[in-house]
T-cell receptor, first 115, second 110 residues
């Protein structure tokens, strides 16, 4: 069964450094998403992306965050200057068509640890 | 905030059916109900979704009341591997985002 893959599984970065989290969505999917989950807390929506544009973003997704689909397969989340509070699990998801009635399929996440 | 209300925890015996309830009394006519689960810190796993009719797939059944104000996820023969946090989510106004609540922590007992 097709799946969303995320790399790396664990990323350790010094505070203030830039980090790029990578995702390969399911191949025929058109909508892409990033979520995060701080340890012990709820899964939170960050951003959705379609047709090379951000469709929707949350208040968490401020100027230090950016997303990109650099080629036909990868979808990336960049955090420009990491903070301690960025430590979390980051999940990528994709869906086949527009969101109404279409499930999002999630990867197993990247654990980001900021030191 | 999430538009759904779920019990914080439930348990059931291995091999028995697990029935997980969800209230979504403010759901609108074109909003779907989705169920996901999360095992440990893995990514949320899609289980099933529906609009008005009951749905069944290889993982579970979804029963939606006629007024659509509540639903029940049924795992017909729970196994130890079904121990997880189960999330009931309403896709608000077909928004691009899923709003996760705290879910129901299901413990399947041997």
């Amino acid at each position: 069964e097709p799946e969303v893959t995320q790399t790396p599984s664990h990323q350790v970065t010094q505070m203030g450094q830039e980090v790029i989290l990578r995702c390969v969505p399911i191949s025929n999917h058109l909508y892409f998403y990033w979520y995060r989950q701080i340890l012990g807390q709820k899964v939170e929506f960050l951003v959705s992306f379609y047709n090379n544009e951000i469709s929707e973003k949350s208040e968490i997704f401020d100027d230090q965050f950016s997303v990109e689909r650099p080629d036909g397969s990868n979808f990336t989340l960049k955090i420009r200057s990491t903070k301690l509070e960025d430590s979390a699990m980051y999940f990528c998801a994709s869906s086949e068509e527009s969101p109404a009635g279409q499930p999002q399929h999630f990867g197993d996440g990247t654990r980001l640890s900021i030191l | 905030d999430a538009k759904t209300t779920q019990p914080p925890s439930m348990d059931c015996a291995e091999g028995r059916a697990a029935n997980l309830p969800c209230n979504h009394s403010t759901i609108s006519g074109n909003e779907y109900v989705y169920w996901y689960r999360q095992i440990h810190s893995q990514g949320p796993q899609y289980i099933i979704h529906g609009l008005k009719n009951n749905e069944t797939n290889e993982m579970a059944s979804l029963i939606i009341t006629e007024d659509r104000k509540s639903s029940t996820l049924i795992l017909p023969h729970a196994t130890l591997r079904d121990t997880a946090v189960y999330y009931c989510i309403v896709d608000e106004d077909s928004s691009y985002k899923l709003i996760f609540g705290s879910g129901t922590r299901l413990l399947v007992r041997p």
